[in-house]
């Protein structure tokens, strides 16, 4: 089990309603979701980050440029409590940790001040025209550690 995060440590929290579908029969989130809503809350840190770094609002999620990516390479979830359906639920997200060709960011989910679950997922930054591994621009690391709350490990 992860050491418990606070929203305190966040800087991008985005809303989420727990929509119908997306809870089982017991009326909670079904555990494959909470990945699921990670990824909407990495795509809400990356709108943020854009904002706050004070570059234009076009241009998508992607602030590598178009001949590079990043992809999952590991996640995990750390269940702590249920959401129900229809609670209003805030996805918190900050980047915990740079390697050379890798980043991994955090998601702490709260309902009011209850931590559901934490999902954790690294990415490895791509060379998309080789289709191989790339360090992480420093431009980018610069924008997240100016961004961030608590510095990542290896900025």
Do not use: W
């Amino acid at each position: 089990m992860t050491d418990a995060p606070n929203r305190a440590m966040f800087r991008a929290i985005a809303p989420k309603r727990v929509h119908y579908h997306e809870v089982d029969m017991q009326n909670i989130v079904f555990n494959a979701n909470y990945l699921m809503f990670a990824d909407v809350g990495i795509t809400e840190y990356f709108r943020e980050l854009r904002k706050a770094s004070g570059l234009p609002e076009t241009g998508g999620f992607n602030l590598f440029g178009p001949d590079h990516d990043m992809m999952v390479r590991y996640a995990s979830v750390d269940f702590r409590a249920s959401a129900l359906a229809d609670d209003l639920i805030d996805l918190a997200v900050r980047m915990v940790r740079f390697g050379n060709s890798s980043m991994t960011s955090q998601c702490a989910m709260f309902r009011d001040d209850e931590l559901l679950n934490v999902v954790t997922i690294s990415y490895v930054h791509l060379d998309m025209r080789e289709r191989r591994p790339a360090p992480v621009p420093q431009f980018f690391r610069d924008l997240v550690e100016k961004f961030e709350v608590v510095r990542p490990e290896g900025c």
